[in-house]
């Protein structure tokens, strides 16, 4: 098994930064992969950015690149998102996931995880 911790969502006015943490704890070792979604009101989950926990390969959604960036502390079992240039569309609650099916690539969907997070609440203001 494999739990996974979020912290650092708050209030933040449109233009502002944030920057997301994820803790992972009990078998880290078998995780491929890390992504975190978001879910907005009345929408579905949706990709926000992955990471392949062994390349360091990335991806990130169209709507964040060049504001959202994933990394990871492979030491110290974390999952960060450093979320600039923030609009009131990214308002959500923020999910860190983990997969621990191989992949030589980057999981974009949320069927190719195993593990949430909780969630935390993100809400851009204009």
């Known amino acids: 098994q494999v739990q996974l911790v979020e912290s650092g969502g708050g209030l933040v006015q449109a233009g502002g930064s944030l920057r997301l943490s994820c803790a992972a704890s009990?078998?880290?070792?078998?995780?491929?992969?890390m992504g975190w979604f978001r879910q907005a009101p009345g929408k579905e989950r949706e990709f926000v950015a992955a990471?392949?926990?062994?390349?360091?390969?990335?991806g990130h959604a169209d709507s964040v690149k060049g504001r959202f960036t994933i990394s990871i502390d492979n030491a110290n079992n974390m999952e960060y998102l450093q979320m600039n240039s923030l609009k009131p569309e990214d308002t959500a609650i923020y999910y860190c996931?983990?997969?621990?099916?191989?992949?030589?690539?980057?999981?974009?969907?949320?069927?190719?995880?195993?593990?949430w997070g909780q969630g935390t609440q993100v809400t851009v203001s204009s």
């Open positions: 009990g078998r880290t070792g078998s995780m491929y992969h």
């Open positions: 990471i392949n926990w062994s390349s360091g390969s990335t």
């Open positions: 996931a983990a997969s621990t099916r191989y992949y030589s690539g980057v999981y974009y969907l949320k069927d190719d995880y195993n593990y």
